[in-house]
């Protein structure tokens, strides 16, 4: 079982410098190992850091302490909390994908040209690109008419689906999902999970956030339940992070 990600002692405080420097913190001390190919949810409260949890690992937000280590197949890291961010930019093209709740595509940009970016960013000829699109098209269900629509104008559904091809075409090693169902009706969520699945198939790590305990305990290898949220001032708060785990489930965390 090889090691993909480990997060270690990781806290995120926002200094919110418009509101007389108070200081929030989405989360504290936060460790886990995720092994290759497995899957991790993340679960706590509405408000308890998880989707700042995803964005220090994606870099949208610097992590204020703490150590994200990604490693490679021969077992070498590079420590996401400290590279610079043309280095980071780079593990986001080869390696890194994420798909959030909400996606909005640049406006009169076709779904075809949109999903095949990527592809031909990377030298694929153009032909080569559009008919592995066209694959993808037909696993996720997307009808022939969108395919050369604008995605600004598509239903959510329609939409979320589009933004995770985007981001599979291009198999990234590590996958950030931050609840990509929510506000989806029963079929697309239905639809999503199945891909999601496939994804596993595919040995793609996942961390992710399912709004639904359902969704996530089919999905998770292991679950980090984030328990509390840190409190400013709160002298006797400390990290409380508990896992999870079902009886048939891994158990790989250090705590
Ligand atoms: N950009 C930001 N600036 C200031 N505070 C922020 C920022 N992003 C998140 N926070 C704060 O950090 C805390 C954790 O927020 P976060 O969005 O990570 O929670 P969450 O667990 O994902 O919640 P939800 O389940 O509602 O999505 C909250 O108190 C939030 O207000
Ligand atoms: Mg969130």
């Known amino acids: ?43 706590g409260k509405s408000g308890y850091g998880k989707s700042s949890l995803i964005r220090c690992i994606y870099r949208n937000y610097d992590s204020t302490s703490g150590d994200i280590l990604l490693f490679d197949n021969n077992g070498e890291s590079v420590n996401l909390a400290k590279i610079s961010d043309p280095e980071m930019l780079i593990i986001r093209e080869k390696r890194m994908g994420y798909v959030s709740q909400f996606f909005t595509p640049l406006p009169r940009v076709t779904t075809m040209n949109l999903v095949i970016e990527p592809l031909i960013d990377k030298g694929w000829l153009k032909d080569d690109a559009i008919q592995r699109a066209s694959e993808l098209f037909k ?9 050369d629509a604008y995605p600004s104008t598509f239903s959510g559904g329609e939409k979320q689906r589009i933004n995770l091809m985007k981001t599979l075409i291009d198999c990234p090693e590590i996958l950030l999902l931050d609840e990509p169902t929510a506000s989806l009706d029963a079929r ?34 292991e679950i980090l339940a984030i328990k ?27 705590l």
């Open 139 to 147: 696993l996720f269900d997307i009808p022939g008419n969108l395919w």
């Open 1 to 43: 079982m090889k090691k993909h990600l480990e997060v270690r002692n990781l806290t995120k405080i926002f200094d919110m410098h418009i509101l007389n420097n108070k200081k929030i913190i989405a989360f504290e001390n936060i460790n886990f190992t995720l092994n290759r190919g497995k899957f991790l949810g993340i679960s």
């Open 188 to 221: 697309n969520r239905g639809i999503i999970l199945e891909i999601v699945k496939e994804l596993k198939k595919q040995n793609i790590t996942m961390l992710g956030i399912f709004h639904d305990q359902m969704e996530m305990e089919t999905l998770a290898d």
């Open 228 to 254: 509390r949220p840190g409190e400013y001032h709160d002298e006797t708060h400390s990290a409380d992070i508990e896992v999870k785990q079902e009886a048939k489930k891994e158990f790989i965390f250090q």
